[in-house]
Structures are given as C-alpha cells and as structure tokens.
C-alpha cells in the first residue's frame, strides 16, 4: 500500500503548498482521502481523477473539502458518479456536497467497516469541533491509520490499534498550542506514540510556523507535498527521498 501527500497543510496554504489531500493506492484500488484547495492538481501529478474509487472526508472544515466543489465539475465532464464517503451533519456544507448529483454520499460513523476493492477500512471516531472520523486502511497485509483533525483522545488507542503507520494531525507547535486548540501539538503526538509499535507520521503543517527545531527535538518526522510512502511492515518507506 502507497501513501501520496497531495497536500498536508490547514487551514489556509503558504505559496504553493495544497491543504489536506492524501491518496491511497493498493493493488486495486486508489482511494483519496480528504480534497482540500490545491489537491486536485497535485493528484493529477500521479493518477488521472477518474481512476479514483472513492473520495473520504473525514470532516467537512473547508481545509479538508474546498476541491469537492471543483471536482463536482470534473465529474459532469466526465459523467461520472464518484462515491464519498462523509460523516452526516447539519450543516450547509453537508447539504451543499450531499445535493450535488455527481456525488454517491454515503455516511460513515463510528465503528462502520466499508470494503473498497482489495482496501477493508474501519472509521473511529475522533474528537474536533465537527464530527470526524479518523481512518484505519488495511490491504490485508499493512495497516495505516490517519487521526483526521483531532485532540487527544482514548479512541486514539483503537484507531491506532495494530498499525503500521500513523498520520496524525499533530503539526501544531507546542508552544502555540492552548487547551482549546482543537489539534494535537508536536509535544501530544510524540509522547502519545512513545513506547507504542507504530512509526508516526505527523501532518496538518500550521502556515509560518517554524517547527522544524522542535520536530528534531522530539526526532519527529513531518510529511512533505509530493511524499509517496511505501506502508510496510514495521512503518514506511520514503519513496522518493528529498
Ligand atoms: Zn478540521
């Protein structure tokens, strides 16, 4: 199984860099997660749209979706009828996404297995100001989960639960980060995945914030746009090493 970081910032981009957008690719499937502004174009540089199955939002903040409205005209170009995957909500976005024709939604909440092509993947619950779903993939042989924008939270255990690989909304420096921010600091993450069997991999990168010194004091490792991981066992593999 293959990890692209399409995009891997929020909620607004610095020059050139896409907001959230991470596709999965096994034998048969390539499914992305999450189509926030910039992510489009990046996919492009990989796979053509079509050849998606499936579009997962974990949450509908306008970092993880604003390419959902543009993608809505890629598929009536190309007549097509793309499954996404949401959670359900009362909200303007949701009946906006969920009234294009273009769009199959189906809902997914807590503890719901759906089964794309060779890709079994379970949804948990996680904790943010919107309902959101964090994402645990396996191919039968790895398993990756991604936290979705969270804080910690106990069912970090069971998203986490016989990984390989963890990408985890945890790019907020620590000292930045006040109780009420509604994702993990650097400091959370590294401390959670200490003494846990998983390698992490850390993302939602917060725009002109300089976290390189403390990534390295934590020996943390954040992901870059254009990154393609390799899950294996034991972690990843960084495909093309900058
Ligand atoms: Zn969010």
Redesign the pocket.
Known sequence: MKLYILGCM??YPEKDCALSGYLIESQNAKVLIECGSGVLAQLQKHTEIKRLEALILT?L?F??ISDVFVLKYYCATHNLKLDVYMPQEDSLEYRLISSMPEFNVIHIDDGKDIKIKDLNINFIEMV???K?LGVKISDGQVILAYT??TVLNPNLDILTDGAETVLMDCAYPTELHAPET?HMSLYQGAKYAQDKPFKLLVTHIKPEADIQQELDQLGLVRVYQGDIYKIIQGGYKLKNPR
């Open positions: 929020g909620p949450h903040h970092d993880h943010h100001p919107k959101t979705g924008d509604p």
